[in-house]
Structure formats: structure tokens, C-alpha cells
């Protein structure tokens, strides 16, 4: 009789598996529990990677899997001399599916868990692990609908095998949450991005550097954020389509180098702002507009996005501004 595969739902722990044979996976661990490692399904035994410490497992067989469970609220810490982050690293390709939560929660309510409480919980977590890929049917899950400040920033960065992102369904979002989260990563698609109230930084250089992403996903949002779309999709070299931009209000910086250097982009994302933000300390010598008033020169030099979009980007738009009241 064959054994039926066991399908990867958010009852899956995280879990890495080996595309060929004698991958080792380097789990440098800087939370202050322990992770646990169980070795296909337990049948290969449980490794125990101590806090501060880090422990290299090696899947002899390709189709041999390493699933990890935690319960550590973040995977960033002050060793008494810096702050540290913790990495997983593999030495050849392997999948990486199953549920990220397994790393916070218990055993038994990480299928559940849908809010992470401290900040940079996962920050860099596979930082430029580049052997990572993604498994047909078996989906990566980052299930939080609340996210706290920092908590995916540099997460997959510099993953080169990683062409599909996660679901990330979060529509409470923190400061720099995503910043440079798919930095540099081989995406093809992105996401869908539901949160229509964004916060300070939030998708700072989420995609900079994704050279194969072709389409923006939708930004829904209504409610900006001091520099929330800083550099998000700059030097993405094959972006065609860009995404509307509702928001009627903007605030400082929102828009800063959001398209820089997107030499394939055919056309403006389209606008509908009537008011501007700016805080009231501001002072740019490259402006003489004060007041009530913003000039379309100053606004031509704020959202500036580089000479290949900029003219295509505020064609057409005029702004004006309430002074930061």
C-alpha cells in the first residue's frame, strides 16, 4: 500500500526538506528559549538547539524534512554586547513550507495564532539564504493579522531560489514591518498587501532589488503613514504594471524613490491626492514654498523617482498642501 502524502495546511510546523541529498541546515538560534527540530516526523530522531547557540543538522536523503517548533515571542536579542538575530542557513537546495507560527507559539495553538507581540520577531530569519525554494502544493504560511514593529524586516532577503512570497494577510500593521523584506530576492510575484491603514516605514524597500517581479500588487490603502512606501519597488528593472494609489491625503515621504530606477515601467501608477502632509519643522532650500501652499517644483523634488518614471509619475497632478496643520 503507498503512504499517502500528509497535506501542508497551518497545522504544519515550519519545515525544510532536503532537494537532494545531504543538505545541512545551520540554525543559528539568538532567542532566549530553546528550538526544538524533529527530524521527519520524529522517525529521525529530536535535536534541541540552545538559546545563543548554533547547531548545523544534516538531511542525508533528498525528501528528508526538519521541522522546528519554538516558543519564543522573538528571534532577536542583546547578547550584552550587540543585538543579534537569529538565521537559518542550508548548504544546498531545500523547500521551506509549513507554518512560521510553530517558531512562537505551543505545539498545540500555533495553527491558531494570528498576532506576534514583540518586535523583530523574525527579523532576518533566512537572510541570504539563497538555496531556499519554493515546493509546488506546499504553501509557507505567515498567518499574523497583527504585526509588530520590525517583525519581517530583512526576512527573506537575499533569497535568490524564493520566486513566490508567502500570504500575508496582516491588515494591523507596525513600523517597518515588511522594511526590505524581499530585498534582493528572486521573486516573480508578490503578495497581495490588504491593509488600507498604514504605519511609519512600513513597506520601506520591501521589493528593491527584485529583479523578476513584473507586477505590483494592489495597494489598497487610504490612510498613509510618514515614508510607509519608501523605496518599495526600487531597481525592480522588469516592473511593467504599477499599482493605483488611492490615498487623497499623503504624508511626508510617503512616495519617496517608491518607483527609483524601474527602467521597464510603461506607464504612471495613477494618483487621486488632493492634499499633502508636511511636518511643520520642515525646511528644504531646493523650496520656496511656505504656507498653506506646496508647489508642484517641491513636490517634483520630494517624490522624486529617478529621470526614467518621474515626469510619467506626477504628470498631470497637482498639489496642494495644508502646512502639517
Given at each position: 500500500m503507498t503512504k499517502q502524502k500528509s497535506a501542508v495546511t497551518l497545522a504544519t510546523p515550519l519545515t525544510l526538506e532536503a532537494a537532494e541529498d545531504g543538505v545541512k541546515i545551520k540554525f543559528k538560534n539568538m532567542a532566549k528559549g530553546f528550538v526544538a527540530c524533529s527530524i521527519n516526523g520524529g522517525d529521525g530522531g529530536c535535536k534541541k538547539i540552545e538559546a545563543g547557540s548554533t547547531r548545523t543538522i544534516t538531511l542525508k536523503r533528498a525528501g528528508d524534512k526538519a521541522a522546528f517548533y519554538g516558543v519564543n515571542d522573538t528571534y532577536y536579542n542583546w547578547n550584552g554586547k550587540s543585538y543579534v538575530y537569529s538565521n537559518i542557513a542550508c548548504s544546498a537546495p531545500c523547500y521551506v513550507y509549513g507554518n512560521i507560527m510553530s517558531l512562537v507559539s505551543c505545539v498545540d495553538t500555533f495553527k491558531s495564532a494570528k498576532k506576534l507581540y514583540a518586535s523583530q520577531t523574525f527579523y532576518g530569519l533566512f537572510k541570504d539564504n539563497a538555496f531556499i525554494m519554493n515546493k509546488r502544493g506546499a504553501e509557507l504560511f505567515l498567518p499574523a493579522t497583527t504585526l509588530a514593529s520590525e517583525c519581517y524586516r530583512y526576512m527573506?532577503?537575499?533569497?535568490?531560489?524564493?520566486?513566490?512570497?508567502?500570504?500575508l494577510p496582516a491588515k494591523k500593521l507596525a513600523d517597518n514591518c515588511y522594511g526590505f523584506m524581499f530585498m534582493g530576492s528572486g521573486l516573480r510575484t508578490a503578495p497581495d498587501l490588504p491593509a488600507k491603514r498604514l504605519e511609519p516605514w512600513c513597506y520601506n524597500h520591501m521589493f528593491f532589488c527584485c529583479d523578476e517581479l513584473q507586477k505590483a500588487p494592489a495597494l489598497p490603502a487610504t490612510k498613509l503613514a510618514e515614508w510607509c512606501y519608501?523605496?518599495?519597488f526600487g531597481y525592480c528593472f522588469s516592473l511593467k504594471t504599477p499599482p493605483v494609489l488611492p490615498a487623497r491625503i499623503?504624508?511626508?515621504?510617503?512616495?519617496?524613490?517608491?518607483f527609483e530606477h524601474c527602467v521597464s515601467l510603461k506607464r504612471a501608477p495613477k494618483i487621486t491626492t488632493d492634499v499633502v502632509r508636511v511636518p511643520k519643522d520642515w525646511d528644504d532650500d531646493e523650496s520656496s514654498a511656505w504656507g498653506p501652499k506646496v508647489t508642484e517644483r517641491f513636490w517634483q523634488h520630494w517624490f522624486y523617482v529617478d529621470y526614467y518614471c518621474c515626469d510619467?509619475?506626477?504628470?498631470?497632478?497637482?498639489?496642494s498642501g495644508d502646512g502639517g496643520k
Open positions: 527573506f532577503c537575499g533569497c535568490t531560489g524564493l520566486t513566490k512570497a508567502p500570504a519608501h523605496k518599495m499623503l504624508e511626508f515621504g510617503c512616495y519617496v524613490g517608491m510619467k509619475m506626477l504628470d498631470g497632478t497637482k498639489f
